[in-house]
């Protein structure tokens, strides 16, 4: 049996994985897939992957790209989900802050330095005309860090998945002045170079199994009443993100991989490009 670690965050973009797992389907090919919840996100996850204390890691595309150009010895193997990641942007629901316009140069709450929350504070500024370099951030490390750095006045507003982040704003902590998604692919599985360069069967093999899952995802029977349970979701919400969510059982192309680096070298997220590796598929 292959013992494997894998790392990514406890949402529901990362069901299909559980469910390979429950379904014993990894084991069957003597695979020891042993998941690891990272509610810090993005930034957590690059380091798991620099330290070794993961093989893979199911991660924001713009996050593990950035982390890659500054030297972390991994390989993007596959698109996980091919659709924008929406992040909604949101305040303490008791603040004054009403519109977009209302935050510029305002303090922003962040995972952690190198995190989706903070690379998109960056997309969200450039798009907004705002100075990037006039960002200011706190960091709060996971979502309940934010909840007390919004309520309590600590940072103005915070950046994360928009459906996983509604409960707080049905139960009025938060508030959702505006949405700003992803422009490029909103995961990718990303493995150290090392554990690829001894196991590229044993990868090839995970991929094969979780496609096969994520392919039909959405025609398995009530799987909207099982998100909405698991994520203590509305099922209206849980149907709404079914239909904008796309998985993908493709690699990261050339022609995208560029596409993207181009775009965070812009943004200044990046100061330098890293040359396009193909990996598993070529192999």
């Known amino acids: ?45 690059c380091q798991m992957l620099r330290d070794g204390e993961t093989d893979l890691a199911v991660i924001l595309t713009e996050g593990i790209l950035k982390d890659i150009a500054a030297g972390n010895p991994s390989k993007i193997v596959q698109i996980y989900v091919q659709s924008p990641l929406i992040w909604g942007i ?77 409960p707080l704003v049905d139960q009025g902590i938060f508030r959702r ?24 069967k044993v990868v090839e093999k995970i991929l094969d199994i979780i496609n096969k899952t994520t392919v039909d995802f959405k025609e398995i029977p009530e799987i909207d009443k099982k998100l909405s349970k698991l994520f203590n979701q509305k099922a209206s919400d849980i149907k709404e993100w079914l239909k904008l969510t796309q998985w993908s059982q493709k690699n990261l192309t050339e022609k995208s991989f560029n596409k993207i ?11 330098k490009k890293s040359i396009f590796v193909e990996t598993v598929k070529a192999l």
């Not at 490390?141 to 600590?154: S, Y």
């Open 261 to 271: 680096q181009n775009q965070l070298f812009d943004l200044g997220i990046i100061d």
């Open 177 to 200: 002045i505006d949405d700003c998604p992803t422009p490029w692919p909103s995961f990718i599985i990303a493995v150290r170079d090392e554990f690829l360069k001894k196991n590229p």
């Open 1 to 45: 049996m292959k013992t494997v670690k894998i790392a990514g965050v406890p949402e529901h973009f990362n069901l299909p994985w559980h469910l390979c797992i429950e379904n014993g389907e990894f084991e069957a090919e003597n695979i020891d897939l042993q998941w690891t919840n990272v509610p810090e996100g993005t930034g957590k996850m």
């Open 90 to 166: 949101h305040v303490a629901a008791k603040s004054n802050f009403q519109t977009l316009k209302d935050l510029k140069n305002k303090k922003v709450a962040i995972s952690r330095v190198g995190s989706g929350s903070q690379l998109m504070a960056y997309v969200n500024a450039s798009e907004q005309g705002w100075q990037p370099d006039d960002l200011e951030f706190e960091i709060v490390n996971t979502i309940d860090g934010a909840v007390d750095a919004l309520t309590n006045q600590k940072a103005d507003y915070f950046m994360w998945e928009r459906f996983m982040t509604k």
